[in-house]
């Protein structure tokens, strides 16, 4: 790796960062928000590990991330040589490295407003299989080579690109783009958004789903009870869809056909050549199926 930057306040650490281009304005603007550049408490130096250069290196690149009540922020800097944990508020969150990868957690509640502890997490690499619980706080991650596994109950969580992704949002929201790979998504009562997928298999207990996406070929499934999805069928998606729905609601903007009665109907319908197999099943819940290049969430 380059060059080490030289310790510095949090608030200049996130100046440099979008000088940078690590950070956005706007994510910058809401890791100093509530910070005043003269705050006691702003100026805790980035906390790194004891372990040597040489050390790191046999710590496997893969994140465990307790995310509680603060906002952290998860991003690449090729410049460092090792992880780096920084906070606006000192000793409150911790990093370790461990056999597993690298675990992030809250050590203290200090008894400050909740998301008034702002930290980062500046990687020299790009982060591999990512175990995220996110509850009450916010969470940021950059594109990820390997897997994530999230649960999310009661928070935020962005995340960029991923090879998969397991999902348990309770009371939360997720954001999620460009899956390569499998998704099993459980929604409990909270939100999942998901753009450019190339699976579905999701189940919606009470809670919302916007997924968009290319299915050309495979099986998939999404079960609705007592909740609301709607699915976008990107321009070049060959969809065989069926749907049973009882007590609920289903509208496409393609042609399907509909029989049973009043309480209990099916739907079909096929998209291009119809290579994969889309079924829903719903249950006091509402189903919305879009379809062609305009697509978009």
């Not at 099993?184 to 699976?199: I, P, Q, Y």
Request: include cysteine.
């Amino acid at each position: 790796m380059n060059e080490q930057h030289q310790p510095e306040d949090f608030r200049s650490q996130v100046q440099r960062l979008v000088a940078e281009g690590k950070l956005t304005p706007d994510e910058a603007a809401g890791l100093l928000e509530g910070d005043s550049p003269n705050e006691a408490g702003t100026e805790a130096m980035a906390l790194m590990p004891t372990q040597s250069a040489d050390q790191f290196r046999d710590t496997p690149p893969d994140l465990d991330l307790h995310v509680s009540g603060f906002v952290l922020t998860v991003l690449h800097d090729a410049h460092l040589s090792a992880p780096q944990l920084s906070a606006n508020r000192d000793g409150e969150v911790a990093l370790r490295a461990t056999a597993t990868g690298w675990s992030v957690r809250r050590l203290t509640h200090s008894g400050h407003h909740t998301f008034s502890l702002k930290a980062i997490l500046a990687l020299p690499f790009a982060p591999r299989n990512v175990h995220a619980q996110v509850e009450g706080g916010s969470l940021t991650l950059p594109d990820l080579a390997g897997e994530m596994q999230a649960e999310v109950n009661g928070g935020h969580l962005k995340m960029g690109r991923a090879a998969s992704l397991n999902a348990e949002v309770n009371g939360g929201n997720l954001t999620a783009t460009e899956l390569g790979g499998p998704t099993h998504l459980n929604v409990n009562g909270g939100n999942l958004t998901l753009e450019g997928a190339r699976s579905l298999n999701a189940s919606i207990n009470g809670g919302n789903l916007r997924w968009a996406g290319l299915l050309t070929g495979g099986n998939h499934r999404l079960e609705v009870n007592a909740g609301n999805a709607t699915l976008y069928l990107k321009e070049g998606s060959n969809v065989t869809l069926q749907a049973e729905v009882t007590v609920g609601a289903f509208k496409s903007d393609f042609a399907t056909s509909q029989s049973g009665g009043f309480l209990n109907t099916r739907h079909g319908g096929r998209l291009g050549s119809g290579e994969a197999q889309l079924s829903c099943r719903v249950t006091a819940g509402q189903v919305k199926v879009l379809s062609g290049s305009g697509v978009a969430l």
